[in-house]
């Protein structure tokens, strides 16, 4: 295989904190919101995932593209981070599956990376300083750079979900078994699609913007709302939709950005963290088992705890083992449930896989 020119890269965050190394990927620059990822496995996985709209991802595992990259595991059409950062960077692969390299996946899909940097210095730093924004390049240095720097928004009350959105609704599965759900894409990932498919359900995927009217007109058992970048207290035509579904006492399922929309329906605020849960062995407990399990997470948002426990239509369901935050919430009236966490575990354990069961449960509870 042809190997690539490293050429020197900057990376350039927000308070003037400088690291320089070599280009991975896509020759260039690019910036956004910095975080990190503490899963060993699973990079190919990240990169695709809409959530990670707007920003750059650093790598905690300092060996990046031993197993190159494979058509089977990628959770959207294409790389949706703003850019990566490693430590070792591997051009050659071991995996005989894999259809390419990493960098040839990369580089395909224009996406900016920087390797030969101190990871743990870096991920230390977002620890103690929080996330902020950060730019990536290797072609400008000094005030040119910190120019394009400062161009960038700030997440916070950055509105995204309709940028990584399907443009035109679309069907999976058989359309003569189970039961017809109806999913809002606000980014969401094709394993969260498969877990719905392999449990016979007929699912539509409609655009962030679709109001209830239009989806209602389908006639589905149940609503999903999905994961999604960005701020979700700028999300008003999300919320007002799942206000409209709880009306009309619709059964509801939600997944990361879908939990802190489904609180935000009900008038339980959300803020944004210090620097988020983004990582495959996060411990959570379930309140009503008692049961612990090992989560897949990735949020830089939360619904806020005290609003939570205040609030007289929803109940703390799941609760985070590390930070004492919001992993879960059900409402007390209406037959809708949301998870902050990934159970469709991609990259990640299988832990919560249980939840898309509990879905179908409420939806038949509900025809019933």
């Avoid at 996985?45 to 990046?64: A, F, L, M, R, W």
């Avoid at 071991?94 to 990871?119: C, P």
């Avoid at 189970?178 to 719905?196: P, R, T």
């Avoid at 799942?242 to 009900?266: D, H, R, T, W, Y």
Wanted: hydrophobic share 35%; net charge negative.
């Amino acid at each position: 295989m042809k190997y690539p020119t490293r050429k020197k890269a900057t990376l350039l965050l927000q308070d003037g904190t400088t690291f320089t190394g070599h280009s991975i990927g896509k020759q260039g620059t690019s910036g956004g919101e910095i975080c990190f990822n503490t899963g060993m496995t699973g990079y190919q996985e990240i990169y695709t995932d809409p959530s990670y709209y707007g920003q750059i991802i650093v790598n905690t595992t300092s060996h990046i593209g031993n197993y190159g990259a494979i058509d089977s595991e990628v959770e959207s059409d294409r790389p949706t981070i703003k850019g990566l950062v490693v430590n070792d960077f591997s051009n050659i692969y071991s995996r005989t599956s894999a259809n390419e390299s990493l960098q040839e996946f990369l580089e395909r899909n224009n996406t900016v990376g920087i390797a030969g940097v101190d990871t743990r210095k870096i991920v230390r730093h977002i620890r103690t300083k929080g996330a902020m924004n950060a730019i990536i390049s290797s072609e400008l240095e000094g005030d040119a750079l910190q120019a394009e720097l400062d161009k960038i928004p700030s997440m916070e009350a950055l509105e995204l979900s309709t940028v990584v959105t399907t443009k035109e609704p679309y069907e999976l599965g058989e359309s003569n078994k189970g039961f017809k759900v109806a999913v809002l894409d606000l980014g969401i990932k094709k394993s969260i699609l498969k877990n719905l498919v392999t449990r016979d359900c007929h699912c539509k995927v409609f655009p962030a913007q679709t109001t209830f009217s239009e989806m209602d007109s389908w006639n589905p058992d149940g609503y999903f709302i999905s994961n999604g970048p960005g701020d979700p207290a700028v999300m008003d035509y999300a919320s007002n939709t799942v206000q409209e579904i709880l009306a009309a006492n619709k059964p509801l399922f939600g997944i990361c950005m879908g939990s802190q929309i489904l609180a935000k329906a009900v008038g339980i605020a959300t803020y944004k963290m210090h620097h988020g849960h983004r990582g495959l062995n996060h411990p959570v407990k379930n309140l009503n088992t008692g049961l612990s399990e090992i989560t897949s997470q990735n949020h830089g948002f939360a619904v806020d705890m005290e609003a939570l426990k205040n609030s007289k239509e929803a109940e703390l369901t799941h609760i985070d083992l590390n930070h004492n935050t919001v992993e879960g919430l059900r409402l007390n009236n209406k037959p809708a449930f949301a998870v902050q966490y990934h159970p469709e575990s991609s990259p990640g354990p299988n832990d919560s896989t249980y939840l898309f069961d509990d879905f179908i449960q409420l939806i038949k509870d509900n025809k019933q």
